[in-house]
């Protein structure tokens, strides 16, 4: 099996190389890639509600499956990857139609920056509880069933709050629907094409590019090998680590 070294860990324990982790990470750009036009053309179509709640779901099956995938063989488990990449390229067209429809203009950098900030989030949550499940008689398995579950319970919650309008939301007062509207025209929103050559041809449009491809480089760079680098090079898991921050803050506390 390409990529993976079989040991003898009662729960098919499975390690990587440096390559296999490299094409495990790069498939999911792809697949984002791949998806993101149609995923777009889908969101303005039928609304975040909708496609978004679907490959959100869609998402938290393939996390589900990647225990399986391994198991099967290398090429499943890039397919399985490659769906998770499918199920990523919803988040920025999500993000692009709550800011068009549902934000107040003078706090359209806040949201944008409120939305963003999952990239650091995310691993607050998933890094420690990972480490937490992996250490235990579960095993990693585990890690893709519990973050499969709390996908599709988060997403149909959103499926059951979120409105596409602000006009469909019964919680939202006449007073917020009008800040809301407030500098800006919603009667045309539905007929602007995105100016795809507009965007491609300006300077301002491409220093985003390279700064978000700067930026992800090094996100991705660090969530991939830290864990490793705690691992192989710390010899440290989840319970030593608490064992000493528990030990560190004993000493501030004997000592300061």
Known sequence: MKGLNDTTDPNWGIELSNNAKSEAMAVVAAGALIANLPIVTLINMYGPRYMFTAVGLFGAIATACVPIALRTGWYWFLFIRVLQGIAFAGDMA???????????????????????????????FTNPISGLICGSSVGWPGIYYVHSAVAAIL??????????????????????????????????????????????????????????????????????FSPTYLNKVCFS???????KIKVDQGLKKRYF
Not at 237 to 243: A, H, W
Request: a positive charge; glycine letters at 8%; one cysteine or more.
């Open 94 to 124: 999500t993000f692009g139609s709550f800011m068009n429809y549902w934000t107040y203009f003078k706090q359209n950098a806040f949201f944008t920056s409120t939305l963003c900030v999952y990239v650091q989030l995310a691993p607050v």
């Open 155 to 224: 997403f149909v919650v959103f499926f059951f709050t979120y409105r596409n309008f602000p006009d469909e939301h019964p919680r939202v007062s006449h007073v917020e629907r009008g800040k809301i509207a407030r500098g800006r025209d919603l009667g045309t929103d539905y007929t602007k094409r995105i100016p795809y050559k507009a965007i491609l041809s300006s300077p301002a449009a491409w220093a985003v590019f390279i700064g978000g491809l700067g930026n992800f480089a090094g996100i991705n760079l660090l969530y991939q």
């Open 237 to 243: 898991n989840f319970f030593s680590l608490l064992k």
